[in-house]
Nanobody, 115 residues
Framework: QVQLVESGGGLVQAGGSLRLSCAAS????????MAWYRQTPGKQRELVAS???????NYADSVKGRFTISRDNAKNTVYLQMNNLKPEDTAVYCC?????????WGQGTQVTVSS
């Protein structure tokens, strides 16, 4: 019923920037918290950033000052602007949205940062 489609991942050199987008579609009344997670092999999934419907943001310490999460409620879209990327940022980035007490996940988009 709800689909999240992500885009913007890719290969970038250290110090570069990427902007991830995630658009929700389907039966959406309202979206509560939207967030970006990242997953690397052998590591626990990590919350990168989140944003509430009211615009309150939260960031992992490792990305503070470099990443910015935002949302366009009219488009049901969440963004993650990633600046000053580091090799350790390499991961599959997934967006999630809480809609009517259920969590929905995107398919994930690969971000690879070369040294």
């Amino acid at each position: 019923q709800v689909q999240l489609v992500e885009s913007g991942g890719g290969l970038v050199q250290a110090g570069g920037s990427l902007r991830l987008s995630c658009a929700a579609s389907g039966r959406i009344f309202s979206i509560n918290i939207m967030a970006w997670y990242r997953q690397t092999p052998g590591k626990q999934r990590e919350l990168v950033a989140s944003i509430t419907s009211g615009g309150i943001t939260n960031y992992a310490d490792s990305v503070k000052g470099r990443f910015t999460i935002s949302r366009d409620n009219a488009k049901n879209t969440v963004y993650l602007q990633m600046n000053n990327l580091k090799p350790e940022d390499t991961a599959v980035y997934c967006c999630t949205a809480n809609i009517r007490a259920s969590d929905y996940w995107g398919q994930g988009t690969q971000v690879t940062v070369s040294s």
